[in-house]
């Protein structure tokens, strides 16, 4: 039952091409807050990733791999691994964004 609960938590949580134009808006003016090294995705990027996700819901991501469809699959592993949706991706920059349970500040439109 475990495994259908995530699925439906993951189906609910798709964004629809008007919300990530709206979260690609509201991260234009940050800066990126995690960084993705050579030696790839850690539990120590992950963790970092989950508790800027806390608090600040919409975060950047630099993932430092030359090659642009490992790049994407990198982005998309780390929103797995951190219960995330890539709102968009820029170069070597990931958009995130994890709505938080309580008092969310970010409402994409529906």
Known sequence: ??????????FDMMLLPKQRQFLKGLAHSLSPV????????????VDETKKSLLAH??????????????????AQELARAADAEVAGTIGK?????????EKPKIKPPR
């Open 1 to 10: 039952m475990k495994g259908s609960r995530e699925a439906a938590l993951r």
């Open 34 to 45: 995690v960084r993705v090294g050579k030696g790839g995705l850690t539990a120590a990027v």
């Open 57 to 74: 819901e919409l975060i950047k991501v630099r993932i430092d791999v030359e090659d642009g469809p490992a790049r994407r699959e990198m």
């Open 93 to 101: 920059l990931a958009i995130l964004y994890r709505a938080r349970d």
